[in-house]
Structure formats: C-alpha cells, structure tokens
C-alpha cells in the first residue's frame, strides 16, 4: 500500500469521534430552530447584495469595489453570504428553461435583486446563514480536535460541549458576520503555529503541509477582520517561540510567510483589485484597544452560566494544581486573556468571541487533570452539572421551546 492510502486509513471514525459528531450534529439543530425563528433584517439585505455583487458584477462603481463601496469589514463574510445566493440563483436560471413562462422565477431580463426574489426564494434566509452555521461546526470540530488531542477524550467532550450550547456562539452562527469566521482563523493559526514548531523537530517535508494550512489559517483571519492578522501573527509566533527548542531562528520566517500567503489571499479575495485591497488599510479596519468591558457584559450573561462557572473553577484548579500548570493549559489561557481584553475601534467585531475557543480549551485541559485527580468521580460529576447547566439555560434561550 502507497504512503498516501495508509494515511487515509489512519482516519477511523469509532465511539469518540460518533459522539464529537453527535454533539455538533445537536449545535447545527439548534442553529437551524433559530433560524427557523427569524426574519430577514437589513442587515441581511446588505450582506445578501453586497456579497452577491462580489461575486456577479464587482467594480460596479468607478474607484469603488461594489455599490456598497470598497468593503474593510471583513470581505470573506459578504463573499460568503453572498455564494449560496449566486449559486442558487443560477441554478434557477438553468431550471427556468423548463418551466412554463407563467411559472418561472426570473420573469424580466437584467439583474434581480434579492428583494424582488424574497418571495420565490423562500430560503434565501437559510442559504445567508448556511455558511457561517458550518463555520461553526468547523470550529466546533477543530476545538474536539486539539482538545482531544491534548487531554483525552473526557477533556474534548467537556470542551466541546459547552461550545455546542453556548447561546454567544449560536447567535454569531445564525446571523451573517465575520465573528465566527475570524475565530476560526484566529483559533486554527495558533495551534497550527504550534503544529509547526513540533514539525521543526522532524524533517522539512513534513512542514510544507502544516504551513500551507497555517497560511489558510492565518487568510481566514485577515479576510474576516484585517486586525485579526497581527494578533493571531504575534500570539502564534510567541508559541512557536516557546515550542520550537533549537529551532527558534526559523520561527518568524515561518510566520511572515504565512502572513505574506495571507495577504495575498485576502488580495485575491478582493478580485485583485488594489483599490479596494489598500482602502482596507486606509480605513482605520486595524485599529485595536483594550477594554474589559465585553469580558465583563459575556461572564455576566445568565446564558453564559455554565461557561462563566467552568471558567472560574478551571482557574481554581489551575492555581491550585501544580500538575495542571503546563504548556498545554497555559498557553490557551493566556490568548484568551489577551483577546478578552481587545476591541475593535475601527469597525463593529466582538475579539471576545475569538477568545472563547481558547478559554474552552483551558477549561478543558484542565478539567482533563482534575479527573485524572484521587478525586475524579467527584471531579466528574461536578463536570457534568457544569455542562448540564450550560445546556439547560442555552435550551431555555432558545425561541418557541416553552
């Protein structure tokens, strides 16, 4: 058998990865009832014309991208809102062809907007939050794998679970934004970075691959929020530092090709337009401060309960424990400090959402050590009522269920 087969049959999809699947199979349902429960806002509207535009017809405008204007919040949430729209759109261009004239959707010539289809297009609400609905599974899954990876199977359910149903990811999941996408980014470059700096101990053929998806990574983040870019850039690089003994001198090489990749995808995200590309760093998109203000509103949430009580039995625990005091919880920790304590002044983006992930992460790792502890079937327990808890106030929150 060649290299590259046994690598696909290393895949094995048994109990732990059926319950992961199960658990994110619950987090898209819950997804799909709040949709279910919406309306289409204007917000909608704009993500819905502004992102079809990038894809039909952009530089509509002379010296402008699109008719909304050259975009800096976030290009991949319009181009991703607006995908779903096109495709279907022209899959019905196709199937008029066989429709009776009276029964056809496009019934005039030119460009229709999403507005005059609102009525024909009965989904045109779903298919706007269908790609951020499975960026969140994609997060979801990414958060089960390195915290499966790196605790045990306990510890990734833990994590994983208080993802699943938490309301802040659910309401960032069924609305078009770039919160989740830039999470994503965000999470997958810094433990891609730490991918990479353990596969500088082996071989150079094994970090082609590891920074073709760090650059990905590092592309999702800058597209989403261009802020995004240096904070995930400088937090990966600080981990790659600490990971990559005897090979530090390599570390920023390896993150300023990532960022260069980077940036050369979001240039193409802009259809390789220079106008639009540089108005993203004329329009103060950048701009950062620092604010506990978000952290404080998020662990004040009666939603957020369950979250807000694993979080501080978690640092409880890791003060405490002198066993849970390693890389693995500590550097998680300190991002998600780090982006709790981040706002955006240039445009609206919540950082403290990109922080959640990594204080799942902590929280996972080090509820891991504490049921491996003497006491684990009461560390289990006090577990499980943390993330039932969790469970019942995102259920409770959830539209038409009671």
């Known amino acids: 058998m060649t290299p590259r087969f046994a690598r696909i049959r290393r895949f094995q999809f048994n109990l732990p990865q059926r319950i992961a699947a199960g658990m994110l199979l619950l987090f898209l349902v819950q997804g799909l009832w709040l949709t279910e429960h919406q309306t289409l806002t204007d917000r909608d509207y704009q993500y819905a014309r502004c992102g079809r535009e990038t894809w039909e017809r952009p530089s509509a405008l002379a010296g402008y991208y699109t008719t909304c204007g050259n975009i ?209 760093f004329r329009s103060g998109a950048g701009f950062l401060s620092v604010s506990i203000g978000p952290a404080r509103r998020f662990f004040s949430t009666l939603g957020n309960a369950g979250v807000t009580l694993a979080a501080a039995a978690a640092l409880v625990l890791y003060l405490g424990l002198k066993r849970a005091r390693y890389f693995g919880n500590t550097a998680p920790l300190l991002c998600a400090l780090v982006l709790f304590s981040l706002i955006l002044t240039g445009v609206p983006g919540s950082p403290w959402l990109w922080a959640l992930p990594f204080l799942l992460t902590f929280v996972g790792g080090v509820f891991a050590d504490a049921y491996e502890s003497p006491r684990h079937r009461m560390a289990l327990a006090a577990g499980g009522a943390i993330v039932a808890l969790q469970a019942v106030f995102c259920l409770l929150s959830l539209p038409g269920l009671l």
């Open 72 to 280: 800096h919040d976030g290009i991949l949430g319009y181009r991703l809102a607006g995908l779903p729209l096109t495709l279907n759109l022209l899959a019905e261009r196709g199937l008029d062809a066989f429709r009776k004239p009276e029964d056809r959707v496009f019934q005039a010539n030119g460009e229709t907007s999403t507005w005059e289809l609102r009525h024909q297009l009965t989904h045109v609400l779903l298919l706007l939050r269908l790609p951020f609905l499975l960026a969140g599974c994609m997060l979801g899954a990414g958060l089960w794998w390195v915290t499966r990876r790196l605790y045990g199977n306990l510890g990734g359910y833990t994590a994983l679970a208080l993802y699943c149903f938490s309301p802040a990811v659910l309401r960032a999941c069924v609305a078009p934004n770039a919160e989740v996408l830039a999470a994503l980014g965000v999470y997958g470059g810094v433990y891609t970075c730490i991918g990479v700096a353990h596969a500088m101990q082996g071989p150079r053929r094994k970090w082609r691959p590891r920074i073709v998806l760090l650059t990905a990574a590092f592309a999702a983040a800058a597209a989403s929020h261009i802020a995004a870019l240096p904070v995930v850039a400088l937090l990966g690089l600080v981990a790659m530092l600490w990971v990559a003994e005897g090979r530090r001198s390599q570390a920023l090489p390896v993150v300023l090709i990532g960022v260069t990749g980077a940036l050369l995808l979001v240039f193409a995200c802009y259809g390789f337009s220079p106008d639009a590309f540089s108005y993203v």
